[in-house]
């Protein structure tokens, strides 16, 4: 069983809909990252949680350390949200640094206009 | 400022070859992480360095190395390539990499091996 798991693994959505992406995991985690990754391969962090909820515009992630549950919400989806969302989580132990990290299979999210 | 910078961003090497990978971080960052992204595995943590020194290291053979140097570029070296080392590879960078920084990506240096 991998030590992060995501749901869905694809998703397809109409433009203005509400999507959320989960991500579970089974280890101590220290910090847990939400990435972005349009094709061509670059990634761009939207989120880096180690408690409650943050908001960046229509982005939402929040984070339940108890329950080892971590969501990342998209209000009003656009067609230029379509991107492969990844959850990663840095170990415990590894004071959030970078080492070490440990990466969802990925979420491709699809948002048709 | 200026991004993370990979070099080169797509390459083709011969099984048995050696290829080498250069990242640069954001000005100030002193923490560089490389993985490796394939369809099959997703993103996998090669290794991590912090000051000049790897930090951490993933799972990987000894023939994936790396290096830092005292302007925090990194580089990492692939020796005698297998078909299976076909993959994006990725560099990325903290302002320290401890208490929990935001990590920020290059664009990848898309590696083919024939």
């Known amino acids: 069983k991998n030590e992060v798991e995501q749901s869905p693994q694809n998703l397809t959505a109409q433009e203005g809909e509400f999507i959320t992406i989960n991500c579970s995991y089974s280890v101590g985690i220290s910090a847990l990252h939400w990435l972005q990754q349009h094709p061509g391969g670059g990634i761009v962090s939207l989120f880096m949680?180690?408690?409650g909820k943050k908001k960046h515009g229509r982005l939402i992630a929040t984070i339940n350390i108890q329950e080892k549950h971590s969501s990342l919400h998209i209000t009003a989806s656009h067609p230029r949200d379509s991107a492969v969302y990844i959850c990663a989580v840095g170990k415990e132990g590894y004071g959030g640094s970078q080492g070490n990290l440990i990466f969802g299979k990925g979420t491709k999210l699809s948002v048709k206009p | 400022k200026a991004g993370v910078t990979q070099t080169p961003r797509y390459l083709i090497k011969t099984r048995g070859q050696q290829v080498t990978l250069s990242c640069s971080p954001i000005s100030g960052h002193r923490s560089v992480s490389w993985y490796q992204q394939t369809p099959g595995q997703g993103l996998q943590f090669l290794f991590e360095?912090?000051?000049?020194?790897?930090?951490n290291k993933g799972n990987f053979p000894g023939r994936f190395s790396g290096r830092q140097f005292s302007n925090s570029r990194s580089e990492m070296n692939v020796s005698t390539l297998e078909l299976g080392d076909s993959a994006l590879y990725l560099c990325?960078?903290?302002?320290?990499?401890?208490?929990?920084?935001?990590?920020?990506f290059g664009e990848g240096s898309w590696l083919t091996v024939v």
């Open positions: 360095y912090f000051s000049e020194t790897q930090r």
């Open positions: 990325a960078s903290s302002a320290s990499g401890t208490g929990g920084n935001t990590i920020y």
């Open positions: 949680l180690s408690s």
